[in-house]
């Protein structure tokens, strides 16, 4: 079974960059969409962004000026840069192994597999 | 302001059968598959149900879940306290490309 262990600063500065990085354990990287997701103080999950074991990447639009995704296969890693934070970037950050498919128009995505989170914390 | 609308919170007492609602719209729930996820705090989000109503293996089936036209909901049968957590709805939204979270439901067993 595929484990997912996020690590990342634990506390920014207004304006600074947010690195987090996500590492796979117990399994190959292969034919997954690699997804962050959010979870700010008293909200719930909000979608950050996801790259295919090939390369390819999707960003949420609200936040898509500020992200950048990538992988490294030969370190089992997955990264995420988040630009000039600020107090409403403060959250919970979850990595999570994705399956996506299509047909006949309709799409099936979910995120089987799960880290438990690094909490990030933006403030002066 | 999530794209996929849930009711915040959701009660009931042991062995009693409860339902959480997600309401969508064309463009996700209407059109594609719904999941599932149960939240622990301070652990790993869990996947309950993916595509309408594949339970992973492990998931006990006192959890199902239904859809009908741009609305979706997850019933749990026979609850039990260890069944008190957040569920959050997911899809696949076309307008936005990618996928899209309720914004939870906090279940408390009395």
């Known amino acids: 079974q595929v484990q997912l262990q996020e690590s990342g600063p634990g506390l920014l500065k207004p304006s600074e960059t947010l690195s987090l990085t996500c590492t796979v354990s117990?399994?190959?990287?292969?034919?997954?969409?690699w997804n962050w997701i959010r979870q700010a103080p008293g909200k719930g999950l909000e979608w950050i962004a996801y790259?295919?074991?090939?390369?390819?990447?999707n960003y949420n639009p609200s936040l898509k000026s500020r992200v950048t995704i990538s992988l490294d296969t030969s370190k089992n890693q997955i990264s995420l840069k988040l630009k000039s934070v600020t107090a409403a970037d403060t959250a919970v950050y979850y990595c999570a192994s994705g399956d996506f498919w299509s047909g006949s128009g309709v799409h099936y995505y979910y995120m089987g597999v799960w880290g438990k989170g690094t909490t990030v914390s933006v403030s002066s | 302001q999530s794209v996929l609308t849930q009711p915040p919170s959701a009660s009931g007492t042991p062995g009693q059968r409860v339902t959480i609602s997600c309401s969508g719209s064309n463009s996700n729930i209407g059109i594609n598959t719904v999941n599932w996820y149960q939240h622990l705090p301070g652990t790993a989000p869990k996947l309950l149900i993916h595509?309408?109503?594949q339970r992973p293996s492990g998931v006990p089936d006192r959890f199902s879940s239904s859809k009908s036209g741009t609305s979706a909901s997850l019933a749990i049968s026979g609850l039990q306290s260890e069944d008190e957590a957040d569920y959050y709805c997911a899809t696949w939204d076309d307008n936005l490309s990618g996928p899209v979270f309720g914004g939870g439901t906090m279940l408390t067993v009395l």
């Open positions: 790259i295919y074991y090939s390369g390819s990447t």
């Open positions: 117990g399994g190959s990287m292969s034919s997954y969409y």
């Open positions: 595509s309408d109503n």
